[in-house]
């Protein structure tokens, strides 16, 4: 950033991953922010600082914390709602007097704060809640920092994006600067300079959606046009990321999950590399100031390191022990996520029927937002918000029946974020009658390889039994150790050819979702950090939730002859043979085939 001639990183703050849990405040780690902005200094960038609380990002559930809606499913979010402004006024009398010392007035690199995010695309129109925003920081602050203000480039967004005391700023992308600027120039009464806040050079990508691209000749003619005209700009996303974990936002009113990487077509990729793009900037910039006298830094290493053979573990539900080990939650009717304090990821809903159906109609309205039906462990289908919500099924009295719930990121803007509840949020019906009486089993993946890993070692006959687990939600793992003659890891990307939906962990690290049938992302980035130097092991964890390629297709097959139409669904499948293998390579693959 500071070779290609910027003054300053502008960064967001993301509530959710400093407080996961309510009271409990992580600022260590990943989460280091005090040692964030001390870097930022170091390398002689000052640092413009968006607190949110709500930051919109494509980050799940825009910023917050789940945990503000186990209490209360119908808290207001972004209102002066005492069950929304309370929370926030906690937190930020914990973010804020850790950030004073870092303001530029104080020796710090911080030169501006923002406050809130795009208020005005936002239908609350509450601005009793900005002006309480704007007192609280004040208050942890003082006055020696700009508070300001992001919204679209419209009057009706500014309308109700500000309020006095906060220095409203607007974002746009390429295209008519002069016109982006106009809006905010009449909200200002011409006072003050011309900032972009969000300068969009990329723009972010969906599941099942081509891989997005802005042109970075277009990119280069209006970031002229702006520097020409002495304004101010900062460029969404100069460098891309990664949503790892489960930490995807999703967008809406079309339910829309964002994919694991974040590369946005930035000028540096999710990696950290340049590109095309970040060249042609900087020649812009160079245009306007003098570039500092330093040589750009080289791209990190890359290391393909090549196929990693897996082995099948288990299914999900015969190591429900292991994965959710204080056992169910039980109640009359289905509980979301939110009220058994599953925040992020899988919940299996566990019903036993006391009936017998024939062709019966099972309707599961509220998925939240994909789910695997398995009946005695058999895979009869998937259910999904945006796809199909129910199943015919011959079931008999005294079977079970298992809907393993994914949460696939909480919508992160709009006027939906306040329907956010994940799981099964509406009672489950067969043939009209209402099923009661569930089990509800919390899973965690972390951290349970080592228990796993001896189990395979030891050769657990409980768990390689079931040959059903290879159509299943399942586990795999596979080991590898890097080259004997490398001293610094080298970062790579994962491959799962022949996979198709699921989480993969390594050496404990939850690098994200993979979903290379939908694309268009098809492999995920590793950072070298995550991996042991030889000759140490490296572990990495499949779960695979719907097709492995780790059997043959006779082994595929189902006894039972009414899951004909599943058989041949397998059998279309394995026409494609793959190795029970994972690959780390050493090119990302972002802009694969989608279907759409």
Known sequence: MYTAGLDAVQTYVTWNTHETSQGVFDFSGQNNLPRFLQKAKEENLLVILRVGPYICAEWDFGGFPAWLMKDNLNIQLRTTDPYYLQPVSKWLS???????????????????????????????????YLRNLRDIFRYH???????FTTDGAGDNYLKC????????????????????????????NNTGPLVNSEYYVGWLDHW??????????????????????????????FEGGTNFGYWNGANYPAYQPVPTSYDYDAALTEAGDTT???????????????????????????????????????TVTSILKILSPNGPIRSKHPLSMEQVCQ???????????????????????????????????????????TGRLNLTLNVQAGQTLDILVENQGRINFG????????????????????????????????????????????????????LHGFI??????????????????????????????????????????????????????????YLNPYPNLNTVMVVELEQSPCNTQENFLLDDPEQNEVNDLLMEYMRIQYDCSVMFVDVPIINGTTPH
């Open 94 to 128: 914990v973010l804020l007097p850790l950030m004073k010392p870092f303001l530029y007035a104080n020796g710090g690199p911080i030169i501006m704060v923002q406050v809130e995010n795009e208020y005005g695309s936002y239908k609350a129109c509450d601005l009793n």
């Open 141 to 147: 602050v003082g006055d020696d920092v700009i508070l």
């Open 161 to 188: 994006g500000t309020v006095e005391g906060l220095f409203s700023t607007v974002d746009f992308g390429p295209g008519n600067a002069t016109a982006g600027f106009a809006p905010m120039k009449k909200h200002n």
């Open 208 to 237: 099942g959606q081509p891989h997005s691209h802005t042109k970075t000749e277009a990119v280069t003619k209006t970031l002229d046009d702006i520097l020409h005209m002495g304004a101010n700009v900062n460029m969404y996303m």
């Open 276 to 314: 095309d793009k970040y060249t042609h900037i900087r020649m812009t910039i160079s245009k306007y100031k003098k570039l500092p006298s330093i040589p750009i830094p080289p791209n990190t290493p890359k290391y393909a390191y090549g196929a990693v053979h897996m082995k099948f573990v288990s």
């Open 343 to 385: 925040w992020y990821g899988f919940m299996l809903y566990r019903h036993q029927f006391k009936k017998s159906f024939t062709k019966g109609l099972l309707i599961a309205r509220g998925v939240r937002d994909r789910a695997i039906v398995l009946v005695n462990q058999m895979n009869v289908g998937i259910l999904s918000r």
């Open 415 to 466: 006027n939906s974020i306040n329907d956010n509840k994940k799981g099964l949020i509406l009672d489950v019906t067969i043939s009209n009658e209402v099923l009661v009486d569930w089990e509800m089993f919390p899973l965690n993946f972390s951290k349970v390889e080592d228990e796993l890993l001896n189990s395979v070692i030891l050769g657990s006959t409980e768990m390689k039994k079931n």
């Open 472 to 529: 299943t939600p399942s586990v795999f793992m596979g080991q590898f150790t890097t080259p004997k003659t490398m001293k610094t890891m080298a970062d790579t990307f994962l491959k799962l050819d022949g996979w198709r939906k699921g989480q993969v962990f390594v050496n404990g690290y939850n690098l994200g979702r993979y979903w290379p049938v939908m694309g268009p992302q098809n492999t995920l980035y590793v950072p070298g950090c």
